[in-house]
């Protein structure tokens, strides 16, 4: 017996693929004969193809094996035409969620017929009718944003004339979420701080992990004292798993689980820390307005007007300020102005829950699944798991996908929360229907592949986007909160010189920025793991992919995997690795190839051209650039006299520190 094809037919009832095999499909030649899970084709008395169909992660799978010896003559046409009818047939499919007035429809009744599951176990959970409506409104705000690409709504607008309003605060943050970090250390610092949240502040759809020596970076900045530290810690695991499904990937490359016990391992109680940091927002000054949204802006030369509204009353406001930080996130309409198309290569569509009642014998919470994959692609997608313990029995799952944004796919939460709520079992045994549903957890978490430090606008005049509104984040785990922690010391005290000395226009704030070209180089391995719109790749493409990474880096001492998922890997372990990956795995180059296509490997390349030359900087910057900074500018005293200068020697020397 031997097999000689293995595809993903993207169809959810498996059952029409089985009934379309043994009722309407032709053979170019044989005798079709009816099986339990498909049909018999025989070609003569030695030779029989098996064609049979089975059902994992909500979607279709075939296979056919030979029974015989010697291959026919025939056997490729006869393979060829069943795949070339199974396309035609069974095409990509990318449904829309039904049109919902919000305010006058049931949410629970309009979505009912098309996601059934997601329904009934959103009713399950304390908040979930306002919870459904939210992810409504971020699905329909994502597909609206990407329908339209080339004419984003105009949010930001300049004027000549100098606004008569008074100059109330130093920074406007629009988001509460990262935004109430970032807060939260500027008004620690000195300056007039007002926060506008949409949503009532504190209240947040994504749960947060950490490592203790990252967090540390808050308490050395003595935003936190350890005590706080302790007190909003959910759960600290003791060890964590990323595993990828090696079914049908090659014995080669066949991945041992890596274990990673000190990546994400502190589980954040989120309530808490932004209760924390609303207090300590309230102790320096700060203001708070929530349930408030963003409409647009105003820059002159001496400020900024923004005007917001609340929910609730629908009364506006107009508010001065010197510097507005967009926080967003992917909705975040100012940073679509800013980059237009550009505004996001890719994005991670997330959804999840906090749960109790797993059965401890299907999982001990003192572990945690930092990846994880039950099996192949699935309708174009490779789904991923994780699973983060929580305080108690609580766990926090997550399931979610590297992707393309596509304007005719752009990904569903909807559709992966069916998903989720129909495989869970299949990924961790357990009954749905007996378990706690706590809280959803879901999100558009964007990505940006740039190719230096100035491909992608994050700042204009008197205006800076930070965290997932300027798509800076891990491109591995998608980590917006533990990308702006291990950067939040160095950005804030930039953007607090740049408020000193009023360098506030786009040239200036454009230099405070989380970019890293080490993580920038790294963003050809979640390219890897996207599926292009209307492509049907073999369906083990992917995790074969990771197989043979990750199987590396659990080869490698534990600090290296550490230091790549933390996005603190050089240039030496870097290339080390790649090539060693491309030795082992030399078809690994073609499918990357064959998935990203030539012109986004000529950007990669620019990309690790500028991670080379930034190597080599920094290698010489260290020897006299300190000495230039004392002479020039500290023993002189010049940074009064020439503030940008300063400013730029500052941005420098944070990079030397990385």
């Not at 279709?60 to 795949?83: N, P, T």
């Not at 108690?392 to 752009?410: A, C, K, M, S, W």
């Not at 869970?424 to 230096?452: A, M, Q, V």
């Amino acid at each position: 017996m031997q097999e000689i094809l293995y595809i993903e037919v993207p169809k959810i009832e498996t059952q029409e693929v089985i009934d379309w095999l043994k009722n309407s499909w032709q053979p170019t030649r044989g005798t079709k004969k009816s099986s339990t899970k498909g049909v018999i084709l025989e070609l003569d008395r030695s030779i029989q193809l098996s064609i049979f169909v089975w059902t994992l992660q909500r979607t279709s799978y075939l296979k056919v094996f030979r029974y015989g010896q010697v291959a026919s003559v025939d056997e490729d046409d006869i393979v060829k035409d069943l795949l070339k009818q199974i396309r035609m047939q069974f095409p990509p499919d990318y449904p829309q969620p039904p049109l919902i007035d919000l305010d006058k429809d049931d949410i629970f009744n309009k979505l009912e017929a098309y996601y059934p599951k997601t329904v009934h176990f959103f009713k399950k959970m304390p908040l979930g009718e306002f919870d459904l409506k939210r992810l409504y409104w971020w699905e329909r705000t994502w597909r609206d944003q990407l329908k339209n690409p080339t004419e984003p709504k105009q949010v930001i607008f300049k004027q000549e004339a100098i606004c008569s309003l008074e100059i109330e605060y130093d920074l406007i943050y629009i988001g509460g979420a990262l935004g109430a970090l970032h807060a939260a250390m500027m008004s620690k610092m000195g300056h007039k701080v007002l926060l506008i949240e949409r949503l009532p502040f504190g209240r947040m759809n994504r749960e947060w992990n950490i490592s203790r020596s990252e967090f540390q970076i808050l308490i050395d900045l003595e935003l936190f004292t350890q005590q706080e530290f302790e007190s909003i810690i959910a759960r600290e695991y003791i060890d964590g798993f990323s595993k990828f499904f090696d079914g049908y990937v090659p014995k080669t490359i066949r991945a041992e689980t890596l274990h990673t016990p000190t990546v994400l391992n502190v589980a954040i109680n989120s309530d808490r820390l932004l209760a924390l940091c609303r207090q300590k927002l309230i102790d320096n000054g700060a203001i708070i307005m929530d349930e408030t949204e963003f409409r647009q802006a105003q820059i002159d030369d001496k400020g900024l007007t923004v005007t917001v509204s609340h929910l609730r009353t629908g009364i506006s406001k107009q508010i001065r300020g010197r510097l507005l930080i967009d926080a967003m996130g992917t909705a975040s309409p100012i940073a679509w102005q800013m980059n237009g198309v550009r505004a996001f290569d890719s994005v991670c569509p997330t959804v999840g829950a906090i749960v109790e009642g797993i059965d401890p014998a299907v999982w001990d919470v003192r572990y945690g699944d930092v990846l994880n994959s039950h099996g192949d692609i699935s309708r174009g997608r490779q789904l991923i798991w994780e699973l983060f313990p929580g305080p108690g029995q609580e766990i926090t799952i997550y399931l979610f996908h590297y992707h393309q944004v596509d304007r005719d796919n752009p990904g569903s939460l909807l559709e992966m929360y069916e998903d989720f709520f129909s495989i869970l079992p299949e990924y961790r045994r357990c009954n749905l229907d007996e378990l706690i549903w706590k809280k959803p957890t879901f999100g558009y978490i964007p990505g940006h592949f740039s190719k230096s430090k100035n491909d992608r606008k994050i700042a204009f005049d008197r205006i800076l986007a930070i965290g997932d509104a300027a798509s800076l984040q891990s491109p591995l785990i998608f980590t917006g909160f533990g990308s702006l922690v291990r950067n939040l010391g160095r950005l804030t005290n930039l953007l607090d010189i740049a408020l000193k000395y009023d360098l506030l226009k786009q040239e200036d704030l454009k230099q405070i920025s989380a970019y890293q070209s080490n993580v920038a180089v790294t963003w050809l391995f979640s390219k890897g793991m996207m599926v292009p719109t209307g492509r049907v790749l073999p369906p083990e493409r992917v995790n074969a992919m990771l197989n043979n990474f990750f199987g590396l880096l659990a080869s490698e001492p534990p600090q290296v995997a550490e230091q790549f998922i933390k996005d603190r890997t050089n240039w030496f372990t870097f290339t080390r690795l790649a090539l060693k990956a491309a030795r082992q795995n030399p078809t690994l180059l073609v499918w990357i190839w064959d998935m990203a296509g030539i012109w986004e490997m000529l950007r990669w390349l620019i990309t690790y051209i500028d991670f080379t030359l930034e190597e080599v900087s920094l290698r010489f910057l260290p020897f006299w650039f300190p000495f230039f900074q004392w002479l020039f500018l500290e023993k002189f005293k010049l940074e009064k006299q020439f503030p940008r200068l300063w400013l730029k020697a500052q941005v420098i020397q944070s990079r030397l520190q990385l």
